[in-house]
């Protein structure tokens, strides 16, 4: 399995940086797109590391925010065979709110019926290696930067957020924002053994430029100790700060920045 970041908020490398999540995997019966950012960098990034999107077979959104699946139209321009996964509740309307400020962070609904998209509701089984999964349970260490998150005019209940099991030599979870919470994701992943976690963990908000309270992630740190045998490997929403203070106390976790893979 080869899981290589094509778009991220941060970059060491040549390839360009974007608030927002694309990885690129490989496995021995996929190619695999998990999340495809917000705009043309994953095409960019793609290119520049000789990457052809259209051999891409399966494509996964992790929920129906822009800067995970805004790039839908024009790969589906490019990609005439790749089935797209997503919740179905992915294309109802998605906003953030910030005081007065009202912001649409929702992905193209008139894309709801194309037909490479498979429209999922729940748990769903793609094959033997593949399976998506939801966690309605949120109340274990929740991030307050999910606050400002809204569908349907009510706080969002990111039921239209799934997460996916990779089965191989190893076992791993994927994740887009984690918005259910790293914690109650990986609870109810316990029963897969994941070996590999890839994912954001959404502890920062983009719009207040705020981190969440240090108990909190005390709190998480705490948790996710418990994971000896897991690779953690965070990204995207969860932020420097969180990730340094997280990084600290658990040894086993590392950042994946945009260019970077990771082999497992």
């Known amino acids: 399995m080869k899981i290589t970041a ?3 908020n941060q970059t060491k490398c040549e390839l360009k940086a974007k608030h927002g999540l694309s990885l690129y995997i490989e496995t021995q019966n996929h190619k695999i797109l998990f999340d495809l950012g917000p705009d043309n960098t994953i095409f960019d990034n793609a290119k520049t590391r000789g990457i052809d999107l259209s051999k891409v077979d399966t494509v996964i959104i992790s929920h129906g925010h822009m800067d995970h699946g ?9 990609n005439t065979t790749a089935k797209i996964y997503v919740q179905k509740k992915a294309f109802e309307p998605h906003y953030s709110k910030f005081i007065f400020l009202k912001v649409s962070i929702g992905i193209d609904d008139r894309l709801e019926n194309h037909p490479q ?5 729940g748990d769903y089984q793609i094959d033997d290696e593949l ?11 929740y991030s307050k930067a999910n606050d400002a998150l809204f569908a349907k005019g009510q706080k969002d209940d990111f039921l239209h957020e799934h997460n996916l099991i990779i ?3 190893q076992t791993a979870l994927i994740m887009g924002c984690g918005h259910a919470g790293i914690v109650n994701i ?8 994941p070996q590999l976690c890839v994912g954001g963990y959404h502890l920062f908000n983009p719009l207040t430029k705020k ?11 705490q948790e ?5 045998q897991t690779q953690f490997y965070t990204c995207h929403c969860t932020g420097t700060e969180a990730f340094q203070f997280l990084s600290q106390q658990i040894s086993n976790l590392f950042y994946l920045s945009c260019g970077e893979t990771i082999e497992a």
């Open 186 to 193: 990986m609870e109810k992943a316990k029963s897969y053994h």
């Open 6 to 8: 094509l778009v991220e």
């Open 211 to 221: 981190t969440v309270s240090i108990a909190l992630l005390n709190d998480i740190a």
């Open 70 to 78: 805004g790039a839908l139209s024009r790969f589906l321009q490019i």
């Open 224 to 228: 996710l100790k418990k994971y000896i």
């Open 117 to 121: 998209v498979v429209l999922v509701e």
């Open 131 to 141: 399976s998506l999964f939801t966690v309605s349970h949120t109340d274990k260490c």
């Open 167 to 169: 089965k191989e030599n």
